[in-house]
């Protein structure tokens, strides 16, 4: 059976796209990182990940397991966050991503934030429009300040700075 580790350590490879960068993110080492992707493909009965002398990225089934992973790991960290919102505390992380142009606004963002809920720890990294957008749909970010022209309209709300 599958564990939430071997869905994290999945992820991060997909994140990081370099097996020993992926292992020291999940604070492993590089030769059990491995084991373990090895033995969640040996479980599953199916190739992942494409290797060869390095990541070479992941094959078909291993991006529609990615995709199933990335949407677990957020309903554990939804339920995570759910709990302790039952408990009048709102806690968590957020990822935001930021043209350099909005880092300012970004920061103070932050600020208020965690002066209305001090749980919530914001990370705020500058990226350009496309890093933005792929952060988002590879859940290196949670949100993102970028220029409306840069982002097809579903996936944006506008808001005046």
Known sequence: MLEIR???YLSALA??????KAAQECGVSQP???LRIRGMEDRLGVTIVRRG???QGLIAEGEAILRHARRILDDVRFLEQDLLAA???IAGGLSL????TAAAYAARLAIRLHAAYP???ARIETATSLAIQQGIDDGTFDAGLTYDDAVSGD??????L
């Open 97 to 100: 991503g930021v043209v350099p």
């Open 119 to 121: 749980g919530i720890v």
């Open 87 to 89: 408990r009048g505390q």
């Open 53 to 55: 002398n390095r990541y």
């Open 155 to 160: 996936m944006m709300t506008h808001e005046p």
């Open 32 to 34: 059990a990182f491995s």
């Open 6 to 8: 071997d869905l994290q």
């Open 15 to 20: 994140r990081m796209k370099h097996f020993a």
